[in-house]
């Protein structure tokens, strides 16, 4: 159980054009997902909490107008890098926490298998 | 804030348990310590994750000493599939509801 979906599973697209990846929780109810950004031989890089039917928060040095966010259901939410540029490239991996039962706020994130960004 | 350190890298020869520390020094008494390990060009895998006491699953044990302040992740058997990056995250509900990765131990298992 407890399975997230991302896709697509890698993408190139080119300069200034935008690229939506999806993350579904598949078999369980999720309020709030994670969107990450991990460059080479680096470690993962938390860019944005996704509330269903709310504004998402954006960490600290992240773009909201270029990282755009929607959490429309409680198995859905989307990630649009708008303008994508070559700086962007990289690997965005979701994740989601089991939502609604008692002492699930300390249950583990599960994490999609990550989406491989290329822009030219 | 990460608020884990953790080696950089370490060897096992397969078949031995792996050992992997966790320094936490900074935990506070409702947070949890919560292990993943990434396969090249996956998505983090859930291993185990612990309050205070040890714990034990399919995958492996989480031995926390009793101050909290350090776990160590035991991988009783280890396999050459074992070879990854493993995280130590420490996380509760009074330092909010995110996970933030630290730099991580990349373990490489030997034949």
């Known amino acids: 159980g407890a399975v997230v979906s991302q896709h697509p599973s890698w993408v190139i697209c080119k300069s200034g054009t935008s690229v939506k990846i999806e993350c579904r929780s598949l078999d369980f109810q999720a309020t709030t997902m994670f969107w990450y950004r991990q460059f080479p031989k680096q470690s993962l890089m938390l860019m944005a909490t996704?509330?269903?039917?709310?504004?998402?928060?954006?960490e600290q040095g992240v773009e909201k107008d270029k990282f755009l966010i929607n959490h429309a259901s409680l198995t859905l939410s989307t990630l649009t890098v708008t303008s994508a540029h070559p700086e962007d490239s990289s690997f965005y991996i979701c994740s989601a926490r089991v939502a609604g039962s008692p002492g699930s706020y300390n249950s583990p994130l599960h994490f999609g298998n990550g989406t491989r960004l290329t822009v030219t | 804030d990460a608020k884990t350190t953790q080696p950089t890298s370490m060897d096992c020869a397969e078949g031995r348990a792996a050992n992997l520390p966790c320094n936490h020094s900074t935990i506070s008494g409702n947070e949890y310590v919560y292990w993943y390990r990434q396969i090249h060009s996956q998505g983090p895998q859930y291993i185990i994750h612990g309050l205070k006491n040890n714990e034990t699953n399919e995958m492996a044990s989480l031995i926390i000493t009793e101050d909290r302040k350090s776990s160590t992740l035991i991988l009783p058997h280890a396999t050459l599939r074992d070879t990854a990056v493993y995280y130590c995250i420490v996380r509760g509900d009074l330092t909010g509801n995110q996970f933030y990765f630290g730099t991580g131990t990349s373990l490489t298992v030997i034949p």
């Open positions: 996704s509330n269903e039917g709310s504004k998402a928060t954006y």
